[in-house]
C-alpha cells in the first residue's frame, strides 16, 4: 500500500529527497507521515503531515527537512537538506488510509529505505 523511494548514501551537507506513494483501494489518506530507525533504538517520528497541510517535525530535523504532500497523486516527499551523520537510518512512510466510505482508516507501514550519510 505505500512504497517508499529515493533513499541512498549521501555526503556530510548534502541533501536527498524521499517519496511515498500510496497504492490500492483509496477512498481518503489522512495523515502521512516520515518515522526512522537505527539499530537498538525505537522507531522515531520525523515529521508527519495531516490532510490539510499542517505540519510536525521532530526537533532534531526542524529547519533541515520539509515535508510535503501531493493529494491528488497520493505521494508524501521528505526533503532533507544539510544531512548530518546523525541522519543515517532506515526511513519508513506511514499512513491512515481509508479504503471505502464505509470502512474505517488503517495504519500502514512502508517497507522502509535505507539513507546514511557519510561524514
Known amino acids: 500500500q505505500l512504497v517508499e523511494s529515493g533513499g541512498g548514501l549521501v555526503q556530510f551537507g548534502g541533501s536527498l529527497r524521499l517519496s511515498c506513494a500510496a497504492s490500492g483501494r483509496i477512498f481518503r489518506i489522512g495523515t502521512m507521515g516520515w518515522y526512522r530507525q537505527v539499530p537498538g533504538k525505537a522507531r522515531e517520528l520525523v515529521a508527519d503531515?495531516?490532510?490539510?497541510?499542517?505540519?510536525n517535525y521532530a526537533d532534531s530535523v526542524k529547519g533541515r527537512f520539509t515535508i510535503s504532500r501531493d493529494n491528488p497523486r497520493n505521494t508524501v516527499y521528505l526533503q532533507m537538506n544539510s544531512l548530518k551523520p546523525e541522519d543515517t537510518a532506515v526511513y519508513y512512510c506511514?499512513?491512515?488510509?481509508?479504503?471505502?466510505?464505509?470502512?474505517?482508516?488503517?495504519?500502514?507501514w512502508g517497507q522502509g529505505t535505507q539513507v546514511t550519510v557519510s561524514s
Open positions: 503531515i495531516s490532510s490539510g497541510g499542517n505540519t
Open positions: 506511514n499512513g491512515y488510509i481509508q479504503s471505502t466510505p464505509s470502512s474505517i482508516s488503517r495504519n500502514y
